[in-house]
């Protein structure tokens, strides 16, 4: 009878071990806070971080990469970031010291933002939004903070054209703000422009402010140009020196300007 | 193959599983390699081994990656022997996509099984588990069951002439 028995259960051998399993993983899952059930995964898990360091090696690289990744498209996002805040950092500033200007100048002028520059190596022509219809008219100075820009020479009805400073053709009277003396200055080179009819006598330092003279019936004296650079004091036989001039004004950077009313105020 | 040479092969999947296959998830979804090996294993051994196998390696995964003790070694052991009793049926006839078949449906009672117990305690709502757990597991193991055929067809191909 047992041995029939027996030989019956063997059959069910297979889910015999199977119930003992599962009761077996049960009783586990619900002795998970006993002491020894504690120790053995303890034992467990420091056995295996052993092997987890061994492979921390390729997991790590493999991180790495990804991280780089990850930071590098991260970067690329603040570069622009920064360089939009250091674009709109640098447009404040020159708004600043354009209000601040503004407030300085005597006579009636209108804001312009500059949308158009010539293609050449040195900008001698510049286009203003500014037209007929905002009272704009031929020979206009403009102006920005930093010194003079030059002079409207052809306008229309929502813009017009400025002829710069950096135009060979664009002579000026001028005067260094501390001797008084007085020249004709014209375009040199990037940057530098040039006082002809010095005469040598006259004294003229290094550093020294130059001015517009008012001596022109276009530009209103005392407007900044930049300051001398270099003096160049001629031949012998010659009765002039030559006064190289640093520009004020970048023509390069320039977005807004002034352009004053002074020939019709003097009209 | 030898208990050995199986042994070996469980302790090197469930290594491969407890380091490298995190470098394989995708948002935290991992494939169960080590489930997959299992059901290959139940070709090639009778039904108390592939229980017997199934417990241990769950177990063994319980205790050395941390997991909850238990719940491995359950989900393991029903799934060997769902997986031994499905391929050794006599109107079984092996083909790749059969065996994907019982994979499915193995993987599926083991993740459903092991999120169920999960669930006990955690608060999670089942079906949101289901579907942000249970189903990208599955489809994530289905894929990997047929990339490793393609890796290793010669292995599949071994377990058709055994099963003939």
């Known amino acids: 009878m047992i041995q029939k028995i027996i030989y019956s259960l063997s059959g069910f051998r297979d889910y015999f071990i199977f119930l003992c399993c599962i009761i077996f993983s049960t009783v586990l899952l619900f002795s998970q806070n006993h002491k020894q059930v504690l120790s053995l995964r303890a034992a467990g898990a420091d056995l295996f971080s052993s092997v987890e360091k061994k492979f921390a090696v390729f997991t790590n690289s493999f991180h790495a990469v990804k991280d780089n990744v990850r930071l590098n498209d ?29 407030k300085k100048i005597e006579s009636d002028h209108v ?3 500059v949308i158009g520059m010539g293609t050449y190596q040195n900008t001698r022509y510049i286009k203003l939004d500014v037209g007929s219809k905002d009272g704009v008219k ?94 160049d004091p001629g031949q012998k036989d010659e009765l002039t020196k030559l006064v190289f001039v640093e520009l004020s004004e970048n023509l390069r950077d320039l977005e807004f300007v002034f352009v004053i009313m002074y020939q019709s105020e003097k009209e | 193959m030898n208990y050995l040479k199986w042994f070996l092969l469980f302790v090197f999947t469930i290594v491969f599983q407890g380091t490298l296959v995190n470098l394989i998830s995708i948002n935290g979804i991992r494939p169960d390699i080590v489930l997959l090996v299992l059901v290959f294993s139940t070709f090639h051994i009778n ?17 050395i990656t941390g997991g909850i003790p238990g719940m491995s070694s359950l989900c393991k052991t029903i799934s060997a ?31 459903t099984v092991y999120f169920i117990i999960f669930q006990f305690g955690s608060g999670l709502n089942f079906w ?19 990339l490793l055929f393609l890796i290793f067809p010669e292995q599949y191909f071994k377990m058709t002439k055994k099963i003939k």
């Open chain 1, 74 to 102: 991260q970067y690329q996002i603040l570069l622009r970031r920064y360089q939009a805040l250091e674009n709109l950092q640098w447009e404040n500033r020159h708004l600043l010291d354009l209000l601040d200007y503004k």
């Open chain 1, 111 to 113: 804001l312009g933002k």
């Open chain 1, 138 to 231: 031929k020979n206009h100075p403009v102006v920005s903070h930093k010194g003079l820009v030059g002079k409207i020479f052809l306008v229309g009805e929502n813009s017009s054209m400025c002829q710069t400073i950096a135009d060979k053709n664009f002579g000026l009277s001028v005067r260094d703000m501390k001797t008084r003396t007085t020249g004709i200055m014209k375009w040199n080179s990037p940057g530098i422009a040039q006082i002809f009819e010095i005469p040598k006598q006259d004294h003229i330092d290094l550093g020294d402010r130059i001015i517009t003279s008012g001596f022109s019936e276009i530009f209103p004296p005392g407007i900044n140009l930049g300051k001398v650079v270099r003096i």
């Open chain 2, 47 to 63: 039904r108390t081994e592939a229980i017997i196998f199934g417990f241990s390696v769950g177990l063994i995964q319980d205790l």
């Open chain 2, 81 to 111: 022997l769902i997986a031994y009793n499905l391929q050794h049926q006599k109107w079984y006839q092996f083909s790749f996509f059969r065996f994907l078949l019982v994979f499915l449906i193995v993987v599926t009672i083991h993740e």
């Open chain 2, 128 to 146: 949101m588990m289901v579907l942000q757990y249970v189903l990208p597991s599955i489809l994530y193991g289905i894929i990997m069951a047929i």
